[in-house]
């Protein structure tokens, strides 16, 4: 769920094959305004695009007006799918890198071409493990075992990493630096300009970027992880805020809450301060809740059973 145009953009995948949707919902009735297919991804200038990944050539990346829904334009996708150039308040552009290695970057909002160049192609000829943009960085990889990072607006080549061959592993962006993730936990942070390794931490199953600060998190009881707020440079832990499941929106700081269920069939909602180092009670809601946005006058969670449900709270 996100907000968008004044109303409620919700998000759901059909059961077994199909297209994920989106519909803009009114949040005074419910009544629905448009319907788009695809997974919507906002643009920095309050734009939405669609993204609607399918076999290689058929994919494709649409931008819609908010307001009515209307397809603006749209570009095809190529095998290794999409990668977006985010600023403080979403995408600034688009990605499109090919297995020969042709990289075509796309401004977000018209859709024009800003430039294109070449990297070396992908090894097996198929596709790219990485082809990934973080920062300012179009990270892919060439000799098996690393990744190389070139600089996104005149594909000059920066550095070279190594990076272990095992799956699930990725890179994403840790509030000025550059984080390698994988699924077993860990965080390796590196330094966005030379490639050099700044610190390492085992304890996080979870990291995300929110505002100049980092949000990890360690094993907890279920879902309900405990959260701590870092300095990005030294993965320095600055407050710990409790044992929460994140949801509502990391991009934007003031909307991210946390969720935890409370004996007699009860959740507690709390508005997760990351940059005060603080979370900060926000309703106790009756039943059990997974997913929850709060628009400032009203939470709105999904019904594990489908469906919203709406409450009214204070500001």
Known sequence: MSTLAGGLLVTSSPAGAGDTVSTLLDPDTGAVRWRQTGYP??????????????????????????????VRWSLPLPANGVAYRTGERGVTQIVLITADGRVAVHDAESGALVHAGRVPPAVDGVSYRFAQVVGDLLLVDGAPGTVTAYGLDRLDRRWTVPVESRAGTWFVECAGMLCIRDQTGGVRALDPATGEPTWVDDRWVGMAPVGGRLLGAEPGVGLELELVVLDPATGRSLARLGRWRTTGFESDPSRLLGLRRLPGDRTLVGALDVAAGEARIRAVLPGSWDDCADSGTALVCLRPSGGLMIWPVSP
């Open 41 to 70: 991804v906002s643009t920095g200038s309050g734009g939405v695009l669609f993204e609607t990944p399918r076999a290689a050539g058929t994919g494709t990346v649409l931008a819609a007006d908010p307001v009515s829904g209307a």
